[in-house]
Structures are given as structure tokens and as C-alpha cells.
């Protein structure tokens, strides 16, 4: 699916949401609040925290049905925050959060499709703190993976 395609697409699920035609099931894993975290030393000597974020969006009331994850890895020293996003579209039975089973379904990821993802889930999360029932977001805490993957970002980066 082409960019202008994928924003039309979350502007239509964002709108049929806001209706309350759609009934989500969000799973989120993530190592923001870990208390132990990962860090690496950049060659100018500078540290960085790196914390990883999955979250997969799925729903059945949209034909065919939806399901995509997303991956953001942010890297944070002081004020300075830099964040590398992707987004896949697997077949609906794989909802694995692992990068090297899910980068064969990746998508390009411009700017605008970055945005729109991030304004699908501003939207369910605000739902969901006013317990919409359509709204089920599960959110684990996992371990960072990063180590593992940092070869395949590197290959894959899009931003």
C-alpha cells in the first residue's frame, strides 16, 4: 500500500472509531518502565537510554481485517529525543513482536503515515481512558531486545 493510501486508510479508521463502529484490540509491549535500563555510548562520548515500544492495532470490524504493528525505538540523552519508527502489515496470524519476523511486512513510513499512526493511537488511548468498551489495550513491560536487532534497524531505517 502506497503512503497517500495508508493515511486515507487510518483517517477512515479513526473516523468509523470515533463513531464507535470499531471494537480494537491493542496489545503493547514496552521497556519504558523498566528500572533497569539500556544504555549505549555514542562515538562523540555521548550516553544515550534506549526504551522500544510494539504495539499491535486489530480489529475485525473492518473488511478485510486489520492488523498492523508498529516499532519505535527512542533514544533519549537530557533534552535531546530522536526516534526511529516502523510499521508492518503481517498476515493476521502473526502478531509476534520480534524485527526479523516482521520486517518482510514492512511498509514505507514516510512522515505523514508516521503521523497518522500516532494519531490513531493518541485517539484509542484517549477512548480508552474514558473506558470506551470498545477499547481493550493490553500493555506488558518486556525486555530490551535492541542488542539483538540494532543490525536490522541499521539495514531498515527509514526516518
Not at 16 to 27: A, F, L, P, R, V
Not at 28 to 34: D, F, G, K, P
Not at 80 to 102: M, S
Request: glycine content about 2%; proline content about 3%.
Amino acid at each position: 500500500m502506497r503512503e497517500e493510501e495508508l493515511v486515507r486508510k487510518f483517517k477512515l479508521l479513526m473516523d468509523e472509531t470515533s463513531k464507535g463502529k470499531i471494537k480494537w484490540d491493542i496489545q503493547v509491549q514496552t521497556t519504558e518502565y523498566n528500572e533497569n535500563k539500556y544504555t549505549e555510548t555514542d562515538d562523540d562520548g555521548v550516553e544515550w537510554t534506549i526504551d522500544e515500544c510494539y504495539v499491535n492495532y486489530f480489529t475485525e470490524d473492518v473488511d478485510p481485517a486489520f492488523n498492523m504493528i508498529t516499532y519505535e525505538m527512542i533514544r533519549t540523552s537530557g533534552s535531546e529525543c530522536h526516534t526511529t519508527t516502523f510499521v508492518f502489515f503481517p498476515p493476521l496470524g502473526i502478531r509476534y513482536f520480534n524485527l526479523r519476523t516482521l520486517f518482510p511486512y514492512s511498509v514505507k513510513a514516510d512522515s505523514m503515515v508516521t503521523q497518522s499512526v500516532h494519531m490513531l493511537w493518541n485517539q484509542l488511548l484517549a477512548l480508552a481512558k474514558k473506558n470506551d468498551p470498545n477499547i481493550k489495550i493490553d500493555a506488558n513491560e518486556s525486555e530490551i531486545s535492541v542488542e539483538d536487532d540494532l543490525e536490522i534497524i541499521l539495514e531498515n531505517n527509514n526516518d
